[in-house]
């Protein structure tokens, strides 16, 4: 039997106590599968999705550990990348060999394939994989629930660690704490000094439309 861990908002658990795990409804998910991971060796790795989770707006991300046939089909893709087809047991073994390599110098490799870029491969990379199963957990299959470090993973993508964020309205416009960010940019403009934080898009109409509006909104306008 392998063993897997889903994650999800600590808001969800009492209904998945009482009936399983259900597919995931959310933009930009597919509404017919189940996100897990296997659980191996690397605490950081099988939990990698954790923070990425909090920024979207997850809350309290904790851990729904289960268990399912070695044999049962599921899918593995990178988060941007074309799923492949594979037996859970294989799941398992895939993040087991992917975890032992370094992911830095991993993801140098992956940058230079051409087979990983054009999706004809999957990365050697063990961050940024996925599993998906095509049918809800049922309560029966659970192991345990966990609360969990809330510091765990990566944000926005693999690698991003001290990367200057982007401010673009294709990026990260609307996230939380997205106002502060463009409240330092504006005082370090303001001040001469360089700023920390990019924001593109400000030539795009879509971006003068939104600030016309938030100009309306502001008391006395």
Same mark, same amino acid.
């Given at each position: 039997? +392998? %063993?897997?861990?889903?994650? %999800?908002?600590? @808001?969800?658990?009492?209904?998945?106590?009482?009936?399983? =795990?259900?597919? !995931?409804?959310?933009?930009?998910?597919? $509404?017919?599968?189940?996100?897990?991971?296997? !659980?191996?060796?690397?605490?950081?790795?099988?939990?990698?999705?954790?923070?990425?989770?909090?920024?979207? /707006?997850?809350?309290?991300?904790?851990?729904?550990?289960?268990?399912? $046939?070695?044999?049962?089909? !599921?899918?593995?893709?990178?988060?941007?990348?074309?799923?492949?087809?594979?037996? +859970?047991?294989?799941?398992?073994?895939? *993040?087991?060999?992917?975890?032992?390599?370094?992911?830095? *110098?991993?993801?140098?490799?992956?940058?230079?394939?051409?087979? !990983?870029?054009? /999706?004809?491969?999957?990365?050697?990379?063990? #961050?940024?994989?996925?599993?998906?199963?095509?049918?809800?957990?049922?309560?029966? #299959? =659970?192991?345990?629930?966990?609360?969990? $470090?809330?510091?765990?993973?990566?944000?926005? *993508?693999?690698?991003?660690?001290?990367?200057?964020?982007?401010?673009?309205?294709?990026?990260?416009?609307?996230?939380?704490?997205?106002?502060?960010?463009? @409240?330092?940019? #504006?005082?370090? #403009?303001?001040?001469?000094? %360089?700023?920390?934080?990019?924001?593109?898009?400000?030539?795009?109409?879509?971006?003068?439309?939104?600030?016309?509006? @938030?100009?309306?909104?502001?008391?006395?306008?």
């Amino acid at each position: 039997m +392998a %063993t897997f861990v889903h994650l %999800t908002s600590h @808001r969800n658990l009492p209904g998945i106590r009482r009936g399983g =795990i259900a597919f !995931v409804k959310r933009d930009g998910w597919r $509404p017919d599968r189940v996100y897990a991971l296997p !659980v191996t060796r690397e605490f950081n790795i099988a939990h990698q999705w954790l923070r990425e989770l909090r920024r979207m /707006g997850g809350g309290t991300i904790a851990g729904v550990y289960f268990r399912m $046939p070695d044999d049962e089909m !599921v899918e593995v893709s990178h988060y941007n990348g074309a799923p492949v087809a594979m037996r +859970a047991a294989e799941a398992v073994a895939l *993040m087991l060999l992917a975890e032992q390599r370094d992911p830095v *110098m991993a993801r140098v490799a992956d940058k230079a394939s051409r087979a !990983v870029q054009r /999706g004809r491969a999957l990365p050697s990379s063990p #961050e940024g994989f996925q599993v998906t199963i095509s049918r809800p957990i049922a309560r029966s #299959e =659970i192991l345990r629930f966990k609360m969990l $470090p809330q510091v765990t993973g990566w944000r926005y *993508m693999p690698g991003a660690n001290g990367m200057t964020p982007c401010g673009c309205i294709c990026c990260i416009k609307g996230s939380f704490g997205i106002r502060k960010l463009e @409240r330092r940019l #504006e005082a370090d #403009e303001a001040a001469g000094r %360089t700023p920390k934080f990019q924001l593109f898009g400000r030539e795009e109409k879509s971006f003068a439309r939104v600030e016309r509006m @938030r100009a309306r909104a502001r008391p006395g306008s």
